[in-house]
């Protein structure tokens, strides 16, 4: 009995490393701040891909997922479509969607996520953006108003993990994402 207690505590314990490897940043640092209680959001509008902060509130989507890029809203209601972060994956991983579009991203696991700009080939735009880490049901929104390919990937977890792209307009992506 005393060695099955042990076998167990080990089991536990190693979990629990791993899982403490998978909160941390792009230098291997951890986070040490406790989960939300309620939804975080950070949001970002721009007029061009430049950003600025401001609030929002929307209704809850719900997700959709396709490996092709949609254009479909998120929800029932028309909001802004939803991106989620579950499985250590963006899903969807492509999204078509007209000039100013806000997309919404939601964080549906207890891993932290966060959402970065990046230039993963010669397609992307370049855009600068990047958000706070959001634990379980954070809430990451950014509008796109100006054609072009939007690259991203999640800065904690790293674009061979975690990227997507988002095509505006009448832009093409026919490219493949490192995550892919």
Do not use: I
Not at 28 to 34: A, I, M, P, S, Y
Not at 157 to 169: L, N, P, Y
């Amino acid at each position: 009995m005393r060695l099955t207690r042990r076998r167990a505590l080990a089991a536990a314990t190693a979990g629990l490393g791993l899982l403490a490897g998978c909160t941390g940043d792009d230098a291997g640092e951890t986070d040490d701040e406790t989960e939300p209680t309620g939804p975080a959001t950070t949001t970002a509008t721009t007029a061009s891909p430049e950003t600025a902060t401001s609030p929002d509130t929307t209704a809850t989507p719900t997700p959709t997922e396709s490996p092709t890029p949609t254009s479909e809203p998120a929800s029932d209601d028309g909001s802004d479509p939803l991106v989620t972060m579950e499985s250590v994956a963006f899903s969807p991983m492509r999204l078509s969607v007209e000039s100013e579009t806000t997309v919404t991203w939601e964080n549906r696991e207890a891993l932290r996520h966060n959402v970065r700009a990046a230039s993963l080939d010669d397609a992307a735009a370049d855009w600068s953006f990047q958000s706070e880490t959001v634990g379980r049901d954070g809430r990451v929104t950014y509008r796109f108003d100006d054609p072009g390919v939007y690259q991203y990937d999640c800065g904690v977890h790293g674009s061979k993990a975690m990227c997507g792209v988002v095509v505006v307009g009448d832009a093409n992506y026919d490219g493949t994402l490192p995550c892919e």
